[in-house]
């Protein structure tokens, strides 16, 4: 990710990286931007985690859609089941 002069992605950076990830199918800048999401304790709020559910599904990484989604829910966050209806019917 770009770091220039003190200026860092925010969770708005993020979210839109993301959406660019999945719609080109880029995995593994996806989950570089996963990455960076954590190493930077960007807040893992509903909308990002649905985008990463989605772009891994999408990707075909069903193991890591999979243990992000058991993530969630251990997190107690309600899933919109829309989303990730939505997420399979792309594979």
Do not use: W
Request: proline share 3%; with cysteine; net charge negative.
């Amino acid at each position: 990710m770009l770091d220039l002069e003190g200026l860092k992605p925010n969770r708005v950076t993020v979210f839109s990286g993301l959406q660019a990830c999945g719609q080109s199918n880029d995995l593994l800048f996806g989950m570089d931007v996963h990455q960076f999401i954590i190493a930077n304790d960007i807040e893992m709020d509903l909308p990002i985690c649905n985008l990463l559910i989605a772009l891994y599904a999408k990707c075909g990484s069903l193991d890591y859609a999979r243990e992000l989604l058991e993530n969630v829910r251990r997190m107690k966050l309600l899933m919109v089941p829309l989303s990730l209806g939505t997420c399979f019917l792309d594979l």
